[in-house]
């Protein structure tokens, strides 16, 4: 099992150099969504020593990881565990949740271990919030009673974990993941290693046009893209659209073209959990503006999780006046009492949450206005 782990780690380090020969290429043809924001470059090249790292040392990848998540194995050697455990909110976040639907850390993982079982850590806590949100809205139960196999398609999907639980989950679906290929090197690792009985598919440009023939996608578990790879999926259309904190890392150009193919390729439900724009991203102005051209958006707050579907979206409307009414007054306060910042595009650190919307797409006519 070790050596058949270690040439799959040598196989996908191999794919990983040609996808990055081939978006340099590219690059040089001005393809604009082949290469990552300046700011994204910059976090890129914190991890490029992942490429010559040890075959072995893949087994405990999630060491690693917190270049892409912030989660740091270090903060559960010396962190509360109880502490912890309160401030998650996992009470909360899986109050009324099937026991199936709720997520542990996966062994060789890392966080706080609990008698009760509970494996935890903060990068869990988050994909249980996401996976809380898609059975309160009824988008797991529509994965789960669909007559024929489902389209998944996470854009940003990190190193492969929410991938990894929701096809646990729900296991009539092809779960397509699109990324840098800097970050698919963690994905194709970390769901390669935890899935060996699952097939998966990791781009390769000399087959690509024969896994994009009908009927050949769905005969797999996970397909891993690059992201100037998106456009090939025109011909598909998706239950489930899936970003979580990618596109507040891009500039606005490359989130229109993405938002646009979203708008265009989703027949169910597109998940965006974003700030609107990443303190240190200078080249990406409102996401929030820039998805209600295209969407339908019911935004769903920290006070609502115990709140049923009806209720949130009974108070969305009112709460959406309200946002504009207080966005109103904010702007001419501001313009009245501080005119040198009024331009400014770009809100201090500490006024940017992350904003977690249940998008549908809006009609063609809606589109065109």
Request: proline share 5%.
């Amino acid at each position: 099992m070790e050596k058949r782990n270690h040439a799959k780690i040598r196989s996908i380090k191999s794919k990983v150099i040609t996808m990055l020969r081939e978006r340099q290429s590219l690059e040089n043809n001005e393809m604009p969504i082949a290469a990552p924001s300046t700011y994204w470059s910059n976090i890129c090249s914190h991890f490029d020593y992942m490429l010559g790292l040890s075959e072995e040392s893949f087994a405990k990848l999630r060491l690693h990881t917190y270049h892409l998540t912030g989660d740091n194995y270090q903060s559960y050697y010396f962190g509360d565990p109880e502490r912890f455990l309160k401030s998650s909110r996992l009470d909360v976040l899986t109050k009324d949740i099937p026991s199936t639907y709720i997520l542990n850390e996966p062994e060789g993982g890392i966080g706080f271990r609990y008698d009760d079982g509970r494996f935890l850590s903060r990068d869990i806590v988050r994909y249980q919030r996401t996976v809380s949100t898609f059975y309160r809205y009824g988008i797991l139960s529509d994965l789960l009673n669909a007559s024929k196999r489902c389209y998944v398609l996470d854009i940003g999907g990190g190193y492969g974990g929410l991938a990894h639980h929701l096809s646990n989950i729900c296991r009539n679906a092809t779960y397509i993941l699109v990324d840098l290929p800097e970050t698919l090197l963690f994905s194709a690792s970390y769901l390669s290693l935890l899935n060996p009985q699952k097939k998966i598919y990791i781009y390769e440009p000399s087959d690509f046009p024969k896994i994009m023939r009908p009927g050949a996608v769905e005969s797999y578990d996970f397909v891993l893209l690059p992201n100037y790879r998106l456009q090939s999926l025109t011909n598909l259309h998706f239950d489930l659209i899936i970003n979580v904190a990618s596109l507040q890392e891009m500039t606005t150009g490359q989130v229109e073209m993405t938002l646009d193919f979203i708008r265009d390729t989703c027949r169910g439900t597109f998940y965006s959990w974003n700030r609107d724009h990443q303190p240190r991203n200078k080249e990406l102005s409102n996401l929030s503006e820039l998805l209600r051209q295209r969407f339908d958006l019911i935004e769903v707050l920290d006070w609502e999780v115990n709140k049923t579907e009806k209720e949130i979206e009974a108070r969305e409307k009112l709460k959406s006046k309200l946002r504009e009414i207080l966005k109103s007054i904010a702007i001419l306060v501001g313009l009245l009492s501080r005119p040198e910042k009024a331009s400014s595009t770009h809100t201090p650190v500490s006024d940017l949450p992350y904003r977690e919307y249940i998008c549908k797409p809006l009609p063609p006519s809606h589109n065109s206005e």
